[in-house]
């Protein structure tokens, strides 16, 4: 099954089935064009990953990690399916990383990697976008990866019977391919991520751990078109524009 939230005609906001035929709610079925698809969940925090791709690792000169490198992002960085995202004025780079997303489904602590599962409510794709001006001059990071819009989010959430464990994951800007990697290629499992990150904090309903992003990362300019795109969770797109 596949999530979604959306606003429909009327102005309200619902939660329905994304299929084939469109997204269906209360015995309608609407068309997605019609619609304001809208964050799949609304997360009190983003648990971002650090280098958890070996190539990732190595394309930045940084070693591989001997625990999950661990970052948060705020509500206020969420952006929809569909969005125009306005990057940080003045800077020299701001980059894409298409990512993963785990949803969690129950409020959790300390979780053991073999009950993990059973506190995941799904999957879905989030863009963490980042500004390296700020990231390379600071310790916490927040100018550099908590910005307002800088983790686009969506459209749905699969159920995690719909995402093979080796499931592909893709970037296009533009139509061209500048990621492209497995969910295989992890260094740090999901299981291992759910048991560190509860280990620390609780997490609720909603929030999401950021997964991580493979080798590609690279620069984005104003008016390019963003896809990312998860075997079994529907392409998440959006634009950007400079400030």
């Known amino acids: 099954m596949q999530r979604v939230r959306f606003r429909d005609p009327a102005g309200s906001v619902r939660t329905g089935e994304w299929t084939d035929d469109g997204i269906s709610f209360g015995g309608e079925t609407f068309d997605p064009a019609t619609v304001d698809v809208l964050p799949p969940c609304e997360p009190s925090k983003i648990v971002c990953v650090g280098l958890n791709y070996e190539k990732h690792a190595e394309e930045s000169g940084m070693d591989i990690p001997e625990r999950p490198l661990l970052f ?4 206020n960085a969420l952006a929809a399916h569909g969005d125009t995202v306005t990057l940080p004025a003045g800077k ?5 990383e298409a990512e993963l997303g785990v949803v969690i489904g129950e409020q959790c602590r300390n979780v053991e990697p073999d009950d993990a599962m059973d506190v995941i409510a799904g999957f879905t794709c989030l863009n963490d976008i980042s ?4 990231q390379e001059v600071e310790q916490n990071w927040i100018r550099g990866k908590a910005f307002d819009n800088s983790a686009p989010l969506g459209p749905v959430v699969s159920t995690p019977d719909e ?9 296009r800007v533009n139509g061209e391919t500048r990621q492209d990697s497995s969910r295989a290629d992890f260094i740090f499992t999901i299981p291992e991520l759910v048991a560190e990150i509860t280990s620390y904090m609780t997490l609720e309903p909603g929030d999401v751990i950021s997964t991580g992003t493979p080798e590609g990362v690279g620069p984005l300019s104003d008016g390019d078109r963003v896809e ?10 959006h634009t950007v524009r400079a400030d």
């Open 72 to 75: 948060l992002k705020p509500p």
């Open 92 to 96: 020299q780079r701001v980059d894409y």
């Open 131 to 134: 500004n390296r001006d700020d």
């Open 163 to 171: 995402v093979p464990a080796d499931a592909r994951i893709e970037l």
């Open 228 to 237: 990312v795109d998860i075997e079994g969770i529907r392409t998440l797109e």
